[in-house]
């Protein structure tokens, strides 16, 4: 644990002043990796990171989610993800992922067999030590509303998780219960206090992480000023800042996002380049801001993860990225996020 106001000052400081900058920071490196694999590598080499998507809707309704709750519910299959844990053991071209994600739109501890899924990832690491190879590090978003103790149990009895993180906006548990509409601070607090103590008796307890939103008309230092949310916050290792944004232009809001310094013609994306997202119904997606499964390029498993990453669409999607033409692709042509 560390003294609240050293450890929430300095992160606050980076966050408010560096984000806008990170964006133009993140098109370089965007133009650089692709354009250096296109030419001399294989572009498998920048797929770092996989979402798999629990269940594809939520108990909150919270005012900064572009999340359609009237679309089907649906909850990722065990045998499917049991299959894709084996093809992450075996498939060779996966050896650059860094990150498998444990959550996307929907709310993930809703999920009832989320405690098998973290049975089998567990599993999944000792036969990649048995084999000698590397296994990504695995990280868990959570609302922290539901409570299953089922599930505290697996946080505590295997080394599923690397990184525990939950939602926690607002700056005081007035605004967390504005903008998280449905959550009540009581549960939230009793809840991730909860499974924060579960995951910590693990043998090797992963990093907890708190992320906080800020509406338009609060500053970073917002999270200092209320003391019972600097006492939650200040038992989590670590902690990010974020802005309230349109969601790749899926959402209309009644405020003015942290507008992106550079014009939609030298926008790169450090999402579309690393990253693949199953949705819970196994269609698969290239961004974790498409909640909604605009941008779905095939479905798992009738496509390998690598035939995934490959597919004509998503490279199709890469080139006019790289190009300056994201006006052409739908699911970017509007997006201010990154």
Not at 221 to 226: A, E, P
Not at 275 to 299: E, F, M, Q, R, Y
């Amino acid at each position: 644990m560390r003294k609240v106001k050293n450890f929430i000052s300095k992160r606050v400081n980076a966050n408010s002043i560096v984000w806008p900058m990170a964006r133009v920071a993140s098109t370089a490196l965007f133009q650089y990796r692709y354009l250096r694999f296109q030419k001399f590598g294989n572009p498998l080499n920048n797929f770092h990171e996989l979402y798999i998507e629990p269940v594809s809707y939520c108990n909150l309704r919270c005012r900064f989610c572009a999340l359609e709750h009237s679309k089907p519910k649906h909850r990722f299959d065990l045998v499917v993800f049991e299959e894709l844990l084996n093809e992450l053991l075996t498939d060779r071209r996966l050896t650059a992922l860094q990150w498998i994600h444990l959550h996307n739109g929907g709310e993930s501890t809703l999920h009832p067999q989320l405690d098998e899924m973290l049975y089998l990832i567990d599993e999944a690491k000792k036969k990649a030590v048995k084999l000698n190879k590397s296994f990504a590090k695995v990280s868990l978003l959570s609302n922290g509303t539901v409570y299953r103790p089922k599930l505290a149990d697996a946080l505590k009895t295997t080394q599923a998780v690397d990184l525990l993180r939950f939602s926690m906006d607002g700056g005081s548990p007035e605004m967390y219960e504005y903008i998280r509409n449905r959550a009540h601070w009581k549960t939230f607090r009793e809840t991730v206090l909860s499974y924060m103590q579960a995951a910590r008796l693990s043998q090797r307890s992963p990093q907890v992480e708190f992320i906080t939103l800020l509406d338009k008309n609060q500053l970073p230092q917002t999270v200092l000023h209320n003391k019972e949310f600097a006492e939650l916050l200040q038992l989590a290792d670590d902690y990010e800042v974020r802005f309230a944004h349109d969601w790749g232009g899926q959402l209309i809001q009644d405020f003015t996002p942290v507008p992106n310094p550079l014009p939609l013609h030298k926008r790169g994306c450090r999402l579309l380049l690393h990253s693949l997202v199953l949705l819970a119904d196994g269609h698969a997606t290239v961004c974790c801001a498409d909640l909604n499964g605009k941008g779905i390029i095939g479905k798992y498993p009738d496509f390998s993860l690598a035939g995934l990453y490959l597919s004509a669409k998503r490279m199709w999607m890469l080139d006019k990225i790289a190009k300056g033409r994201n006006a052409e692709v739908p699911l970017c042509a509007k997006c201010e996020g990154f």
